[in-house]
């Protein structure tokens, strides 16, 4: 096993995985490539043997005796694999590898044996005769034949974890333009297989639990459109950073293996998932021509009590709710659904949005409201009731070169909406904004008019498609022109003095000054360190007790619990290469004495790391114990951040307890303070978010 992968095992729905990595958003069409290959991991340990007192199995074939078979067809599809094509490698053997993990996992899980052990054997001899049609050199999910719930999954090249989605097939020919896609994202304490389930409007019978729901296999009502409901890499992993870009690639392993129509995509979750569609449809509202919340949370303030207040900075908060970005719906029919006797997420966070939206003037326009009348947190039960949602989807179209475009943001890693770009921001924690205008009119010139707020660089994406190279355009932005001549497919602008010029590129200004980015705030989000490929480091450079103790909160940081599926790495000081610190985040454990990493730090970080001192700002703190938590960018990896928690004793290490628990035990948002400063009695001292440069204090 590669150093990579290497980390502390935990057991999350009877697969072996570790403790969540996370990255920054990629590409909608191409998530961002990881920092390097992991090879494909064999398919998990064998069978175990059968529950004592077991009745017969379904079919009277013990599975036991299946899976050599299965595994060894798999191995000789592993051996053909570089002659097979992109999807059939990426997409067609990962999830033939997925079938036996899922067998695996039931069969060592059974509640009724009857249910189980036929499921078990299909799902065995299924990955038996899928990977001898991929070793003979074609593709099993191209058949014509494959309808209805197929669950898939993609190997991930960082963790080298399988990932699992649920996908709904629709019988018959696609139509002309493709088949409309839904993305469905589930709750927490819930599933791909289940939340497939719930959007067709099966929800549980009475007295059927979740898990049984979720193995009990109904039929689906037929509807003409691709269903993908991702896994977001867990239960209990929200769907900022590492959630967030599952979801975007199980997208696009969607759209590379069937044909999808790209104007009629539409988004939907329900509680986390509402969450997470008011977050991703939100900001990346061109992959969309709808999106249907349903009970979502719409603000992380409500997770923040007086206790954990202190930890936060009220503005970052305000700049990361949904309703700060609600602007960016301008081109969406938006539907949202909350019950009024909500005791779970309040229909509060629902009726902001519906009141954002008014004074917008967009409620009962492009946005629509439902607020059912005594229904609790299970809103998703009238919502979806009789597959309503595919109704309510049927006929809307996304418009991708629409008129009017505004689109809001306070990072640069989201940053674009149709024919407009944000390529620099001029004040952090600050919304950037621009707005653009296309009126229809001459058929000779394209005039777009555009308005700017705390922008320092912008671009105008032209595709050819919509501006062809022959029909000449005009930029006016402030009231002047600042562009006339041939439309390029890219025109870039950057800030000069009062006006504009044009750039033959935008300006890299977050890499090249190191300015700090931050992190949004919701259920499960962690520090944006920890949100991206990142990596663990522990000092080794202290005394053994400390050693041990760095080594210690390493581990226990990188272990997000049960209900997360992904796998960290936790290495040395002595192991990290420059791979690592080139390719990572870096969340470092140790001071500048017992962490090399963080010694080699210490003349570019915000805090003077002494020997016999460490001094914040204006504090200045002699504690033996003294702790501090600083993130900020990575000085020695432009474009990447290190995250350190720095003490030099066991005692100044246990502050951080409590940025050590799973997600289950958490639940909400991390901190999103960027310094954090504790004398030896753990009291902070100092604390505060970084503006536009890493300096505590100024």
């Not at 909500?342 to 967009?362: C, F, H, I, N």
């Not at 952090?428 to 320092?456: C, Q, W, Y």
Request: proline share 8%; charged share 20%.
């Amino acid at each position: 096993m590669s150093a990579v992968r290497s980390a502390l095992l935990v057991v999350v729905f009877g697969a072996a995985v570790v403790t969540a990595w996370a990255a920054s958003p990629g590409s909608p069409a191409a998530p961002a490539a990881p920092a390097a290959p992991v090879s494909p991991a064999p398919p998990s340990a064998p069978l175990a043997p059968a529950p004592p007192g077991a009745p017969e199995l379904a079919t009277g074939i013990d599975p036991r005796a299946q899976r050599p078979a299965a595994i060894a067809a798999i191995g000789r599809a592993r051996a053909r694999l570089s002659s097979l094509d992109d999807v059939a490698r990426t997409i067609s053997f990962p999830s033939v590898e997925m079938l036996v993990e899922d067998a695996d996992h039931r069969f060592s899980t059974v509640t009724k044996p009857a249910r189980d052990y036929a499921f078990v054997e299909r799902q065995l001899e299924t990955a038996r005769a899928y990977a001898e049609r991929l070793a003979d050199g074609a593709d099993p999910y191209r058949d014509r034949g494959i309808t209805g719930m197929v669950v898939k999954a993609y190997r991930d090249d960082f963790d080298g974890t399988l990932q699992p989605y649920a996908v709904y097939l629709p019988r018959g020919d696609a139509p002309a333009g493709g088949w409309p896609l839904l993305v469905s994202l589930h709750g927490a304490y819930s599933n791909h297989r289940l939340n497939l389930r719930r959007v067709f409007g099966k929800s549980n019978r009475p007295g059927e639990s979740d898990e049984e729901a979720t193995r009990n296999e109904l039929p689906l009502p037929d509807v003409p459109m691709i269903v993908v409901s991702p896994f977001g890499r867990g239960e209990f992993m929200g769907y900022q950073g590492l959630g967030e870009r599952d979801v975007l690639r199980a997208m696009a392993d969607v759209r590379r293996a069937y044909p999808v129509d790209p104007d009629r995509i539409y988004l939907t979750g329900l509680s986390m998932g509402g969450e997470g569609t008011w977050y991703i449809g939100l900001r990346y509202p061109d992959l969309f021509a709808a999106i249907v919340p349903v009970c979502g949370i719409t603000d992380a303030r409500q997770w923040i009590g007086a206790a954990t207040a202190p930890l936060f900075d009220a503005t970052l908060l305000g700049l990361t709710t949904a309703q700060a970005v609600a602007e960016n719906a301008s081109n969406l029919q938006v539907t949202f659904f909350h019950g009024d006797a909500d005791p779970t997420v309040k229909v509060a966070q629902s009726r902001a949005m519906a009141e954002r939206y008014r004074q917008l003037g967009w409620l009962g326009k492009n946005v629509r409201y439902n607020e059912l009348p005594g229904v609790n947190h299970f809103a998703w039960v009238p919502a979806y009731q009789d597959a309503a949602v595919f109704k309510l989807l049927a006929g809307v179209k996304r418009d991708p070169f629409p008129r009017h475009v505004i689109y809001k943001t306070y990072s640069l890693r989201y940053n674009q909406a149709y024919w407009l770009r944000i390529d620099g921001i001029e004040h952090g924690l600050v919304m950037a904004a621009i707005e653009g205008d296309r009126p229809e009119g001459d058929r000779d010139v394209a005039k777009f008019t555009l308005r700017t707020d705390n922008v320092s660089a912008f671009s105008l994406l032209l595709d050819p498609k919509h501006v062809p190279p022959d029909r000449a355009i005009t930029v006016v932005a402030g009231g002047a022109t600042i562009y006339q001549g041939a439309p390029r497919p890219v025109v870039s602008f950057a800030r000069a003095g009062a006006g504009w010029r044009v750039v033959a590129e935008p300006p890299a200004v977050a890499a090249a000054d190191g300015r700090p980015d931050h992190g949004s705030s919701g259920l499960f989000s962690r520090a944006l360190a920890r949100e991206r490929l990142h990596l663990y480091v522990y000092g080794t450079r202290g005394p053994a007790a400390t050693t041990a103790a760095t080594r210690g909160l390493a581990r226990a940081l990188g272990d997000w619990g049960h209900g997360v599926r992904a796998q960290f790495a936790v290495k040395s000081d002595a192991e990290v290469t420059p791979a690592d610190i080139a390719n990572l985040d870096l969340v470092l454990v140790g001071s500048a004495r017992s962490n090399a990493l963080v010694q080699r730090l210490a003349p570019s970080l915000p805090v003077d790391d002494r020997a016999d001192r460490l001094v914040a700002g204006t504090v200045s703190l002699t504690d033996a114990d003294r702790a501090y938590r600083v993130a900020c960018p990575n000085p020695l990896s432009p474009g990447h951040n290190v995250l350190i928690y720095g003490a030099d004793t066991e005692r100044g290490l246990a502050a951080f307890r409590s940025f050590a628990k799973g997600n289950a035990a958490s639940g909400g948002p991390e901190s999103n303070l960027d310094y954090l400063v504790f004398d030896g009695a753990g009291k902070i001292r100092a604390s505060g978010v970084f503006k536009d440069r890493c300096q505590i204090g100024k």
